[in-house]
């Protein structure tokens, strides 16, 4: 990307698929730096903006609340005299991350020992065969 390129809020909004008001409520809650405005009032954004934004979407969708989130950027403006908070919220998300990754990884294995169940049924369907037991289908490791 072009280190000095400028974006709308239509723009952000469509690239991060998010509505504009959510943008306006990430402004009013102090979530992204300062937003600069034309003339006439429009919002314009840069690639620090950008770089909020992956973060503020890469914290929420895993589990970060807001709050924290804003908690974190108020550390990172005095990041020397915050650095162990910084580093501790960071540590006990990636920990709160790796639960809930494991705990995907055992349900994608149990969806997919389903798929493999159901699709023996539709073949004893076929075959007019007895149907198969739901346990002869051990759990596949999707690590």
């Known amino acids: 990307m072009e280190p000095y ?27 992204l730096p300062p ?21 503020i979407e890469c914290f929420k969708n895993t589990g970060l609340s ?18 162990d908070n910084l580093i501790e919220i960071v540590t006990q998300h990636e920990q709160s991350v790796t639960v809930q990754l494991a705990e995907m990884e055992r349900n994608l294995a149990h969806i997919h ?5 159901y699709n023996a049924i539709k073949e004893a369907y076929k075959k007019h065969a007895p149907f198969p037991c739901f346990h002869d289908f051990a759990p596949v490791s999707v690590t």
């Open 5 to 31: 390129k400028r974006y709308t809020i239509k723009e952000i909004s469509d690239m991060f698929s998010l509505p504009s008001s959510t943008l306006r409520y990430y402004e009013e809650q102090e979530l």
């Open 35 to 55: 937003v600069a405005r034309t003339k006439q009032g429009q919002r314009i954004y840069s690639q620090e903006h950008l770089d909020r934004l992956h973060a």
């Open 66 to 83: 807001l709050s924290k989130i804003r908690g974190f950027f108020e550390y990172e403006k005095d990041m020397e005299t915050n650095i």
């Open 113 to 117: 020992q389903k798929v493999l169940y």
